[in-house]
């Protein structure tokens, strides 16, 4: 585990980012930035159900000079056990999860090669973004923070260790209820990432926060 206060992330050569939503102002430069244009860029559709939005990326990527890149077809929990999947992610120098339902990107991609790919290409140097609920399930668990005092959630993937990532996070509405929710978890970090907003978690304990407006960190007790 990579450490930086009391954030603990998965040990790669890449970096992780955690955007509170797709729009972050200079998102888009900072990761061409780390992009390894030898290696492609791929879109992981399988929160949003479909892969128009990640086409329009890659043509929006192409247009700035951004290197090649595919939109990798899982949807379902057998695409995410497809080797051809698998090679096309761990090939990649920049992966991006895309919006949609973070729960059921989480039960789709736990466990299988699909995930497998992603660490491979984050173990060598890929940037791994999530956007908006694509960055829930980098956490331990997924909560569905809107539906009600007992929310539905979902286990994660666990690259933030100990921590649970709320996309979209409206400070003064939501903190009470994530605060209460954590109450069942003593020592988990709860990371509200508003929109607009991302926390990009670098190889070397570099910690940045992008965009205008700030990351909340709730410790449970």
């Not at 399988?46 to 890659?58: D, M």
């Not at 736990?110 to 995930?115: D, I, K, M, S, V």
């Not at 709320?166 to 709860?190: H, K, N, S, T």
């Not at 990371?191 to 070397?204: R, T």
């Given at each position: 585990m ?9 040990t790669g ?6 955007m509170g ?6 998102a ?8 390894d244009f030898s290696?492609?860029?791929a879109?992981?559709p399988t ?7 990640g086409?329009?990326l890659?043509?929006?990527?192409a ?7 595919y939109?990798?077809?899982v ?9 051809e ?41 890929a940037t ?7 960055a ?7 909560l569905?923070?809107?539906?009600g ?6 286990q994660?993937?666990g ?10 996070f409206?400070?003064a509405e ?8 954590l ?10 990432i508003?929109?607009?907003?991302a ?11 992008w965009?205008?407006g ?6 449970a007790?």
């Amino acid at each position: 585990m990579t450490k930086a206060g009391p954030l603990r992330w998965a040990t790669g050569a890449g970096w992780l980012v955690l955007m509170g939503g797709e729009e972050v102002p200079e998102a888009s430069d900072r990761l061409l930035a780390r992009a390894d244009f030898s290696r492609p860029i791929a879109i992981l559709p399988t929160a949003s159900g479909s892969a128009a939005w990640g086409e329009r990326l890659l043509d929006e990527y192409a247009d700035l000079g951004g290197p090649r890149g595919y939109v990798v077809p899982v949807f379902t929990p057998a695409d995410a056990q497809e080797e051809e999947n698998e090679r096309l992610l761990a090939e990649a120098g920049l992966i991006l999860l895309e919006d949609g339902d973070g729960i059921t990107l989480a039960r789709v991609l736990r466990g299988t090669p699909a995930l497998y790919g992603v660490a491979e290409a984050f173990a060598r140097g890929a940037t791994i973004v999530g956007v908006g609920a694509g960055a829930a399930p980098l956490g331990e668990w997924v909560l569905a923070v809107n539906e009600g005092p007992d929310p539905v959630g979902e286990q994660g993937w666990g690259w933030i260790r100990g921590g649970v990532v709320i996309p979209r996070f409206r400070d003064a509405e939501q903190e009470p209820q994530l605060r209460r929710v954590l109450r069942r978890w003593p020592g988990m970090l709860g990371l509200g990432i508003p929109d607009g907003v991302a926390l990009a978690l670098g190889p070397d304990g570099q910690v940045e926060t992008w965009g205008e407006g700030n990351v909340t960190v709730v410790v449970a007790y």
